[in-house]
């Protein structure tokens, strides 16, 4: 049986940071940031919005009255979480109006619980393949201000709907994984912006990858000769390019220059949205899959998913035959063109409005916030979330 990725989606907010301005702002070259980083926009997140509401935002513009009665299950994957009991999955349920006969959970390991997420999902739909698993991997990466860490900020959600016969990618049954303890990037409870120790994150990211790559190679006996595109996580667009560049070396000059010209159509949207943890490699996925002129049905994706701590997958994926009618570009790129551009001091201003964590009431100005699902405030140490259309 094929199960896979049947639909996917992504939502972000309505403002971005030029990279150029903010590497003039932190006395920088802006191409350290355009090419170094290799980013160009980085969206920045409103109070009105968190990792339920952004997750809300993009899992609606997938939903339909078909698809709604037979999810049976929602797994919510961020390591932004709003609480520490009640999952996101639950907020969810209401805010979409799924059925109420749902299981509706939160899954956290980093940048690679999405990933987590759609191999349980897999698994699940092959015992009970007249369901569906809606997955939203939902994230705001912060760092802080003027902190090395901020120009690979940003923040978003991909909603997928996993299910058999997939319209969009077969996973294949090949993934090889890795674990390790190591301390690269984390974020104590009390802290809201994530510790990192950076240029070891990155080293350990293609170590990661390569471990992993090679395990696939030997288990599954295919060589980079077999892959169509390879789809990384993204925390930043020149991680990944650090990480093809790694294993380029290993092939034929033709299977260099494919994967190659096809990795700068998976990083066209996450230049422009910058990090949002577990849901950057799916976003990768969307940007290729959205952005290709030349992958068609039968390709073979690669996919490398990290997060740190560490745990990474390297699995593939095959193109479906109705993957570009199912896709939603043209909402995709709706949203990008209506996002406004803000100056570095009103997005310091935005950065530095944090909710308050003492208990007291706040009441939220969602006139600014075009978003369906919105964070209208907290009450009672209650979350106040509103759909506005
Ligand atoms: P930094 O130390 O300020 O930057 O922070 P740098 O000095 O390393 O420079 C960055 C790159 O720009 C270098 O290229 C420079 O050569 C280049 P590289 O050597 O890396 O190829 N550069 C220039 N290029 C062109 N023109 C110029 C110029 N100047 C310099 N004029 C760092 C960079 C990424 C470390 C920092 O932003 C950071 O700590 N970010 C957060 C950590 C991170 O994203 N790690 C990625 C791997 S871990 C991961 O992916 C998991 C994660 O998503 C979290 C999760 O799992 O939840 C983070």
Redesign the pocket.
């Known amino acids: 049986m094929k199960i896979g990725i049947d639909q996917i989606s992504f939502h972000t907010t309505q403002y971005f940071v030029d990279m150029a301005e903010l590497a003039q702002a932190r006395h ?5 940031y ?4 290799g980013q160009k926009k980085m969206a920045v997140i409103p109070p009105t919005q968190d990792s339920v509401t952004l997750a809300a935002n993009a899992a609606a513009k997938i939903l339909t009255p078909e698809n709604r009665q037979q999810i049976d299950t929602i797994i919510f994957a961020s ?1 932004s979480g709003i609480d520490q009991s009640k999952s996101g999955a639950v907020y969810l349920q209401s805010l979409l109006d799924l059925p109420r006969q749902v299981r509706a959970f939160e899954v956290k390991q ?3 619980s999405a990933t987590a997420a759609l191999q349980l999902a897999r698994g699940y739909i092959a015992l009970h393949p007249d369901k569906k698993v809606l997955i939203t991997a939902s ?1 705001i ?1 912060r ?1 802080g201000i003027g902190n ?5 900020q940003g923040g978003g959600a991909v909603a997928m709907i996993i299910s058999k016969d997939p319209r969009i990618l077969a996973i294949e049954e090949d993934s090889t994984v890795l674990t390790e303890n190591i301390m ?2 984390w974020r104590p409870n009390y802290a809201t912006e ?1 510790k ?4 070891y ?2 080293h ?2 293609v170590d990661f990858f390569n471990e992993v790559f090679d395990a696939y190679r030997a288990q599954s006996g295919m060589t980079l000769t077999n892959f169509d595109a390879l789809a990384f ?1 993204l ?2 667009t ?2 990944g390019l ?1 990480a093809l560049r790694s294993i380029l070396p290993q092939t034929d000059e033709l299977t260099q220059q494919r994967l190659s010209a096809n990795f700068e159509d998976s990083r066209q949207y996450n230049q422009i949205v910058g ?1 949002l ?2 849901g ?1 490699l799916y976003l990768s996925l969307l940007s290729l899959l959205e952005n290709t002129k030349t992958l068609t049905a039968g390709d073979r994706i690669g996919l490398f998913s ?5 745990v990474s997958e390297f699995y593939s994926g095959i193109l479906q035959a109705d993957f570009k009618q199912a896709l939603i570009p043209t909402q995709h790129q709706k949203m990008f063109a209506a996002r406004q551009q803000v100056t570095i001091p009103t997005y310091e201003k935005i950065f530095n409005q944090q909710l308050p964590v003492d208990g007291s009431t706040v009441e939220l100005d969602l006139s600014q916030d075009p978003a369906q699902y919105v964070l209208a405030g907290i009450t009672a140490d209650q979350r106040q979330y509103r759909k506005q259309y």
């Open positions: 920088e070259d802006p191409n350290k355009l090419i170094g980083i390591e980093a940048c690679y994230d990466a760092y090395a860490g901020e120009p690979t690269d990037f994530a990192v120790d950076g240029h994150s990155g350990m990211y996580h925390p930043y020149k991680m650090k990090n943890y577990t950057s990290y997060g740190s701590g560490a």
